[in-house]
Structures are given as C-alpha cells and as structure tokens.
C-alpha cells in the first residue's frame, strides 16, 4: 500500500480531535447545541493551524445523517455516513472547496456566485470552503458581499486565512471568525508522543520538545518534522535520539553555544572566538549562531525572573543547570545589555559582506562590555567624587545626592515667568514677560508665538504696550492682543505699534540666557566629571529640582 504521511494521516476527523482549540470547539458546540449556526465562518491562524481541517469538519457536522441515515446536524459527526466520508475524501458534490490564491479574479467569484441559487442536490445544506481568501481582488470581494450579506438558507461560506488584515472589514463584519491559536511546545509534544505511541516509534522527551519547538506551533508542520525525524534516523535501539534531531533540524550544539556565551560573558574573547571558529568549521551559518545566541539569552533571562522556567524540556538537564548559574551571575540590566548588542550584531552579520567577520566584531563588543559598569553605576560613582565600580551587576541601596543634571534632548525648554493671579478676574502683569506668558496660560498658543518671536518691545507700562513688529503677524494683531489683555485683566490695555528698534524678541533673549546656563554648569565638578567621562556629550539642558532651563 501507498505510505500515507502522518500529516495526512493523522488529520483530525472531528472536534475532539482537535488540539489546542478549546474556544472554538466550546463556541461551536454551544452554536451546534441552540441551533445558532452562523451563515460564514471565517477561520484565520498560521499555517498548519488546522484550518482547512476544520471548515471541513464543520461542512460534516452540518451534513451527518448518522449511521442509519436519519440524523440531524451534530457536533459530534458519525464519520461513517455517505456525506461523512464523501466530505472526508473531498469528493462532495455540495462541498466546494475553492483556492483562492489561484483563483484571485471576479470571474471565479461569479462563476460560484452562479450555483448558490441552486439547492444541494444530496446534502442538508451546501458548503462553500474558499482558501486564502485574503489573495481575492478587490472587485471579487465587491462581488461576494451581497451573496454573503444575503445567502440562501441553504448555504454556508467557510473561509480560511493566514492574512485577516488584508481582508475587507465588510466583508469581516458578515462572518462568524475564529482565531485557531497557536499550539503550545508542550502540548504539541504531548500529541507527538501519542503519535509515535501508535506508530510503534520511541523517541527521547528531548527530541519531541525539539520538533514541537521548530514546528512554532503548527500541527502539520510537527508531524512532517516527526516524519523525517523517523526517516532521518530512529538509532540503532529504534529510538529518535535529541541529538539525531539537532543534526536533522541543522540546529547548532547548545552546549558549545553555552560555553561560548559563558567566555564571552566573562570577557573571555579568546576562547569564546575559538568556540565560533570551531562551530562555523563544523558549517554552522554566522547568523544563526547569534540567532541562537539570542534565543539562549532570552532563555537565560526568563530564568532570571522567574526560575521555574529553567524546567524547559526543549533544553537538556545540563543546559537547564548552566541557564541558572548565568541567571544567578549576571544582572538584568547586564543581560538586556548583552541583548540589545547581539541584536544589533544579528542586523549587521546579515548584510555585511563577510558574516563570520561581522558575528565575531558582535561577540568582542559583548566581552569588552562584559567588564564595563552601567551608566547608572557610572553616574554613582561620579557622584561619590570616586572611580566606577569594576562591575555592572551591583546594585546601591543607598539614594545618591541630589545634584544638577545634564540631559541631552532635542527640545530647548526655557525658563518661564511667573503671572500673579489675584482672582478669577482680575491679573496682575508686572512685565512683558508675564503678559506674554498669560497668553500660554490661556491657551492662545498662535499669539503667544507671535509676541514670543516676531515683535520688539519698544515700551511697557500698565494698560499700554509699545511693540515693533519685526516678523509677519495678522492684520488684527495688535487689536486682538489688546482685546484679550483688557478681558483677562478687567482693566483696558491699549498695544500702539512703533517704527522704533526695541529690545530683541523674548525668544531670544531666552535662548541666550539659557545658552550662557549651560556654559556656566559646565564648571560643576560633577557635570565636568561627565562630559570627561563621556568624550562628545553636550549640554543641552539644566534641570534643578524639577525646574528645567
């Protein structure tokens, strides 16, 4: 006889069959059980989710006469039926299943739109399964909407996709959708293992926690990983090996991977390079070295928050004990660190001209960090007057004190002059400055820019401002600000326009005051620690106890 895949195989027949979708199958059997069975379905997940499998369940249930033929729609189809197995076999007359990524034009729409008129010619109701529905064109799915909006009672549509966000949300909005989620490792390998059990097949917990791993939670793509493995090599005692998977799935040894990290770490860049040379000998990619490095990082630092998660059956005994002392040794902030460097690494290994030249250049950045003090331990110890710590995985428990701080930030915040309110009604203006400010604090944000930039004060006084207008501003500028003044004031202010120069703009006698500030906290002996510790870093702000300039 024919080999059948154990994809194929192994294919659920019914909803009990089905792993790790228990929303959908309690949803459906409630539907199934108050007859409110929805006209559409639509059925989105990754590939080998169970997608396909699962709309022609559905068309079953919808379809099963039972064995003796006098049945009703069912949750549970019999399997044996003439409409059971004819749906299982894809054979159906009153089931079409229709691929929509070689099928994107109207006229296939149309052409199907045709027969929805017609009754079923054996079947209960007819099934419409139209795959990768996201690949129709727009005027296919115009063509679509009203069949779907308005269908025969006795016509159901299922649609299956891997890309719901290209799908038309008028069309979203007529279906019944389902989410099938991702399998877990854990839960796929278990169903690997039930496999293997009546294939007569042994295999080691490490190998299945590998295929389920590598299968990122698809159901088909693990039982065509498990098929292989069989094929691969079962060993010499019929038993898929872990290591027998690694070499199969072209994963790197986890264990040189571990040592060469753990040199690396310990700023060891001779022996972690030559651990490299001997895994990129071995034909190890340069890239996917520093992918797994990633993944062993993200690993090490799951163990670090929360230690149970050091029982992952994906990594050996050994692995897992090597993973908690790292956690123990390393800080988190040290670990983020490390991460953010093999990412960038990764970015660059993949688009340089020599990646093992690149992936090296990643692992000797990391080493030569691996010794070097956080920024915050640096500004500690700035601020003690005393050297660094000689390592970034410390933690002060003692405040440091407060003191001046340079920030560097793209956006120049200048001092702020204070307006004296009275009352609700009444405001005191002592200055240019304050009446400008009012204009800020009563949310004129277009006239406060023109007073904070385009005009001169030529003179102040209560009721009376003199200004030269030296920018472009509105033809009603000079009453608009009157106007407002003598409202929020309750006295009448008169603003006259004059030829004479006048001061500079408020605008820039802000920038120059906050320009000399800078220079001056320049001289603090922390800020100069700072800038000397830091070669470039500038001055670009000064915030004292909360008050920026």
Not at 337 to 351: A, H, V
Not at 380 to 392: E, I, V
Not at 458 to 482: K, S, T, W
Request: with cysteine.
């Amino acid at each position: 006889m024919e080999y059948r895949v154990l994809a194929r195989k192994y294919r659920p027949q019914t909803f009990a069959d089905l792993i790790g979708q228990e929303v959908l199958v309690r949803t459906l059997s409630n539907a199934f059980a108050t007859g409110r069975i929805a006209h559409a379905f639509l059925l989105t997940g990754i590939r080998g989710i169970g997608k396909t499998t699962t709309a022609r369940i559905i068309a079953r249930a919808l379809n099963c006469v039972g064995a003796d033929g006098q049945g009703s729609a069912t949750i549970s189809p019999c399997g044996i039926c003439t409409h059971c197995t004819a749906i299982a076999e894809s054979r159906h007359m009153d089931v079409l299943e229709m691929d929509a990524a070689s099928n994107t034009s109207v006229d296939g729409i149309r052409d199907l739109i045709n027969t929805v008129q017609y009754l079923p010619s054996s079947a209960r109701v007819k099934v419409y399964i139209i795959d990768e529905v996201h690949m129709l064109s727009n005027s296919a799915f115009n063509a679509l909407l009203k069949t779907l909006e308005e269908p025969p009672p006795h016509v159901k549509f299922i649609f299956a996709t891997t890309e719901i966000r290209k799908i038309p949300v008028t069309i979203l909005s007529r279906c019944q959708k389902f989410e099938l989620k991702r399998i877990e490792t854990q839960t796929l390998a278990k169903h690997l293992g039930n496999v293997l059990a009546k294939e007569n097949v042994k295999a080691e917990e490490e190998a299945l926690a590998l295929i389920a791993d590598a299968a990122e939670g698809s159901a088909r793509d693990s039982l065509s990983l498990l098929d292989q493995a069989i094929a691969h090599n079962a060993g010499e005692d019929g038993v898929i090996r872990g290591l027998a998977v690694r070499d199969m799935l072209g994963m790197n040894d986890k264990s040189q991977l571990f040592k060469m990290l753990e040199k690396c770490c310990s700023g060891d860049i001779r022996e972690s390079l030559a651990e490299f040379r001997n895994l990129y000998a071995a034909g190890a990619d340069p890239a996917i070295m520093l992918q797994d490095l990633l993944a062993l990082m993200h690993f090490i630092t799951r163990v670090k928050i929360t230690p149970a998660a050091a029982d992952d059956v994906a990594f050996s005994e050994p692995e897992r004990t090597f993973a908690e002392t790292l956690a123990q040794k390393l800080a988190m902030s040290t670990l983020t660190r490390f991460w953010q460097m093999l990412l960038k690494g990764l970015q660059e290994t993949r688009i340089a001209p020599d990646p093992a030249a690149s992936a090296e250049m990643t692992l000797i950045r990391i080493a030569h960090s691996a010794d070097l003090p956080s920024p915050a331990d640096i500004i500690r110890g700035l601020r003690k007057n005393t050297a660094a710590p000689p390592s970034g995985n410390g933690e002060s428990t003692t405040p440091p004190p407060r003191a001046p701080v340079a920030l560097i930030t793209t956006q120049q915040v200048v001092p702020q002059p204070v307006v004296q309110h009275q009352h609700e009604q009444a405001v005191v203006i002592n200055t240019f400055a304050d009446a400008v400010e009012l204009f800020n604090a009563r949310r004129e944000p277009l006239l406060h820019n023109y007073l904070m930039r385009e005009v001169r004060l030529v003179n102040f006084q209560q009721g009376r401002l003199e200004l030269n207008i030296c920018g472009e501003v509105p033809l009603d500028f000079a009453g608009r600000v009157g106007k407002n003044l003598s409202d929020w004031t309750g006295t009448r202010w008169v603003v006259i326009l004059s030829r004479e120069q006048g001061e500079v703009p408020l605008q820039v006698q802000y920038e120059e005051k906050a320009a000399k500030e800078r220079e001056a906290i320049k001289s603090h002996p922390l800020v100069a620690k700072v800038l000397e510790t830091f070669p470039g870093a500038e001055v670009v702000r000064i915030i004292n106890n909360g008050v920026s300039a």
